[in-house]
């Protein structure tokens, strides 16, 4: 199974897509290839959520108010658990018609190519992706999730004329059938070698990745999650369509079992 980051990391991520597995078409659970996150979507989440970062060491709740963010930190940190934040971005059919009107005027460089991952990609692939967002602290979803295997989902990464990785973006349906969120999909994992940047590859990379998470894995909506100062990844965010939610994404973190203070930028 190809998997990335630290040692904590790949042994969260791996755990993460086993247990996915044998909870099926359960809606109270989601997962990007990153571990599994609780959907805040019924009363026993944060219990839920408490209980799957003891297994895995890191874990997310979805989507609470931002009037409520503060509360839920003190109970989960009252049962010596950590805890961070990101801002919960969402977007709906407007941002594929935004994306369209970006590709309409605006082109990768032309020394560029994008591959997209996929079920018969070469393992170089991805260990190209995970060069460039790694570089950038980003983790890389699990390979099955890459390929598009264990759920609908893609990669992209774009390169160089010689074959050098130069960026990266991706999506997937991270939640199961039997949600009622199941066709939003989990968009971003933008990231761009540094002398690279300013080419505006970042936004026509996100404008293709959202058409072809649209038109390829059927998603209706996008969420991504932005990390506090993260003021660049905003605005990128803002001008493809998606907007601030009033809702954070809320990590548990057991420092006992998972080493790293996040699971990712």
Known sequence: MEVFGSDAQRRMSTMGEHLIQLLGDDPRFCSHGRGIQIANEYSGALDDAVSMARILGITAIESIPRQEVTKTREVIESQGLKTDTIACYLGGLKCVDIARKVLATRALPEDLTVRV???DSPPEWLQAFAEVAMSHGVLPPIGPVMRGLSRPGFAMVVVDRSGAPVATAGSVLCHPPSSRLHRRAQWGQLSTKPDRMGEGIAKVLGAKAM??????????GFKTGIAPGNAASARLCERLGLEDSGSDIVAIIDPNVYSEDRLTK
């Open 117 to 119: 991952i996929d079920r």
């Open 211 to 220: 058409i072809h998470s649209h038109e390829k894995l059927g998603a209706t």
